[in-house]
Every structure is written in structure tokens, then in C-alpha cells.
């Protein structure tokens, strides 16, 4: 059984940094895309960043271009999200997902189209 676990949010200033994880469990993900989403009550879960397997693609939304960057550690099967310059709009619970695709396109990542979530963390930017 595939487990997706977040860990990392909190409370930050605006103009700080935070580095979400995601410990993957479950099976092998060589041929899955990875993604972080986040949401804000009353409105629609957004696409934040998407990585491939190899880490050699990646997506980012373009409200956090230059700000955030995503990674990936493949031999602890961990995803990373690099949260930098923080902004108060940048408050939300913060999922990552994980989806079966083994040509490694991030256009499903980018439709949130997946097949596995975590459970979020919540991130919140103080001004």
C-alpha cells in the first residue's frame, strides 16, 4: 500500500523559508511523477511543483517561480519542496501526490490528476 507522508510546515514570517518532505512508502516509484499541491479553505486545491522519477524534469507554478524549488532524493524516496521568499498568500495545507506514469510527463501532475495523496501540512506566513 502506497503511504505519502508530509512533514516540515509551520509558522513562518514573511521573507522566510521552509522545507517541506515526503517520505514515500509502499512500492517501487520509478516510473511515477511527483507533485506538491496546496489549498486554502473555500477554494480549489492548486498545483504548486511537479518533479519526475529521475528529478531531470520539473514544473513549477508560476506564482512561486524563484521562490520555491523541488526536489528529489530517490535512494530515501523523498520528495522536497525549497519554500523560500514566503509570502502571506502562500498560506495553505501544503499535499504532495504521487501518480503511475512511466513516460514521466508532468502534464498529469500539472491537471492534478493523481493517483495517491498525502495527508498535507499546514504551512502559514505571517506578515
Known amino acids: 500500500q502506497v503511504q505519502l507522508v508530509e512533514s516540515g510546515g509551520g509558522l513562518v514570517q514573511a521573507g522566510g523559508s521552509l522545507r517541506l518532505s515526503c517520505a514515500a512508502s509502499g512500492r517501487s516509484f520509478s516510473t511515477y511523477v511527483w507533485g506538491w499541491f496546496r489549498q486554502v479553505p473555500g477554494k480549489e486545491r492548486e498545483f504548486v511543483a511537479g518533479i519526475n522519477w529521475s528529478g531531470g524534469r520539473t514544473s513549477l507554478a508560476d506564482s512561486v517561480k524563484g521562490r520555491f524549488t523541488v526536489s528529489r532524493d530517490n535512494a530515501k524516496n523523498t520528495m522536497y519542496l525549497q519554500m523560500n521568499s514566503l509570502k502571506p498568500e502562500d498560506t495553505a495545507v501544503y499535499y504532495c501526490?504521487?501518480?503511475?506514469?512511466?513516460?514521466?510527463?508532468?502534464?498529469?501532475?500539472?491537471?492534478?490528476?493523481?493517483?495517491?495523496w498525502g495527508q498535507g501540512t499546514q504551512v502559514a506566513v505571517s506578515s
Open positions: 501526490a504521487a501518480t503511475w506514469d512511466p513516460i514521466g510527463s508532468l502534464e498529469r501532475v500539472r491537471s492534478g490528476s493523481m493517483g495517491y
